[in-house]
């Protein structure tokens, strides 16, 4: 089980100083706050001194240039001690019970690496992802940007299916393009509940439709809407509503950069094209540039720390007789520390020191726990039992 020490949520700012304040104070409990700002106007940066002085708990790291989202996300993970890390939007607003609602999941699903606990806006991963993943694409600068869904695809290249997501209404596809809808989509949508469930998805979307959870900060996040985003609309627009915020339109957007890195597929029968992936939006993608290596010393500091993601499922097998205290400290230790795939099969040997009392209790609550029992009334010793 996660407490606010194991988790560091980083938040990334611009040009929000007075929401960001009521994200963080959502967030208090948690010892250790990074905030980013990708270099907000002097305004902002007053906003953010205030915060300076009256949360103990938050580090601010005021960069001198905007280097976006990716690069402001991976260089904060760096610097974070612990394992979890919890990306989040400036304008989320966390309900008190959203760390329960966390604990819950993994409880579920241990093997996790990446919780949605609100899509893209809140995002908590164990660093073991990056190590399967690499970091995010710090060619993604510009705004407007695609981070999220380059995220996504990868996360899909990985997996070899898309686990969450549907199609945006404003492509129309029911009347625009109907074939496409009923020939390469559905075939797959019909499947997103069989994805969700898979063993080996290491992902999890509470916004998905077959998750029990709620998500989190549903009510309260602000950057979907046009008054307070300032962010993803153009500089006119901008300009036009009095809005201090400007992109910087001489360089080339992630938006841009997003067309070059992954071509759009519209063809028949490109649902059924082995390299073809499904974005959250219901479009086809194929890949046509290559992830950058960044930070390979610290990946390889994960490696060697948290194993590597991609190895084969493992069991593990605890034969055991009246020691129900260290017993409990194993499962545990496993349970936190490891992320892949695994079972626990415990074995209890004749006890009466209620091992197998609790060891029923587990099994009850804990899938992955499998328990057989020698009911004596002599002892089979560590060898039989395994």
């Not at 100083?17 to 905030?35: A, M, Q, Y």
């Not at 995002?123 to 993943?133: C, S």
């Not at 509940?193 to 998500?215: A, L």
């Not at 004749?350 to 091992?355: H, I, L, R």
């Amino acid at each position: 089980m996660l407490s606010y020490k194991d988790i560091t949520p980083i938040i990334v700012h611009y040009y929000r100083g007075n929401i960001v304040r009521n994200c963080i104070e959502s967030l208090k409990d948690c010892p250790h706050i990074i905030l980013w700002d990708n270099n907000s106007s002097e305004k902002h940066i007053k906003l953010l001194n205030d915060i300076d002085k009256d949360f103990n708990n938050v580090e601010i790291i005021y960069n001198k240039d905007n280097v976006g989202w990716g690069r402001a996300c991976n260089q904060s993970i760096i610097q974070s001690k612990t394992d979890w890390v919890l990306l989040s939007g400036d304008d989320m607003i966390y309900e008190p019970y959203w760390l329960d609602v966390l604990n819950d999941i993994l409880k579920e699903k241990p093997h996790l690496e990446q919780i949605h606990l609100n899509s893209f806006n809140a995002m908590v991963i164990h660093k073991k992802t990056i190590v399967r993943m690499g970091w995010w694409d710090e060619r993604y600068r510009v705004f407007p940007t695609q981070d999220d869904d380059d995220w996504y695809l990868r996360t899909v290249e990985q997996l070899g299916y898309s686990p969450y997501g549907t199609y945006g209404e404003h492509y129309q596809l029911e009347t625009k393009q109907p074939d496409y809808l009923k020939n390469e989509l559905t075939p797959h949508l019909e499947k997103k509940e069989e994805y969700f469930h898979r063993k080996d998805n290491f992902t999890y979307f509470c916004n998905s439709d077959y998750s029990k959870h709620k998500v989190i900060g549903n009510d309260t996040i602000s950057g979907q809407t046009v008054e307070t985003a300032g962010r993803n609309i153009d500089n006119k627009f901008l300009a036009a509503r009095g809005d201090e915020v400007r992109h910087d339109e001489t360089k080339m957007s992630g938006y841009e950069f997003h067309t070059k890195k992954w071509s759009l597929l519209w063809e028949e029968g490109c649902g059924k094209n082995p390299k073809a992936l499904l974005a959250k939006d219901g479009l086809f993608f194929t890949r046509t540039l290559t992830d950058e290596e960044l930070y390979q010393s610290v990946v390889r500091e994960y490696r060697i720390k948290y194993g590597d993601p991609n190895m084969k499922p493992i069991s593990f097998i605890q034969p055991s007789r009246n020691n129900l205290k260290y017993l409990k400290w194993s499962y545990n230790s496993i349970r936190k520390n490891l992320g892949y795939i695994h079972e626990i099969c415990m074995a209890d040997d004749f006890s009466n020191d209620g091992t197998w009392e609790w060891l029923q209790e587990i099994s009850k609550t804990d899938p992955n726990v499998k328990i057989h029992r020698n009911e004596g009334p002599t002892r089979l010793g560590h060898t039989i039992l395994y």
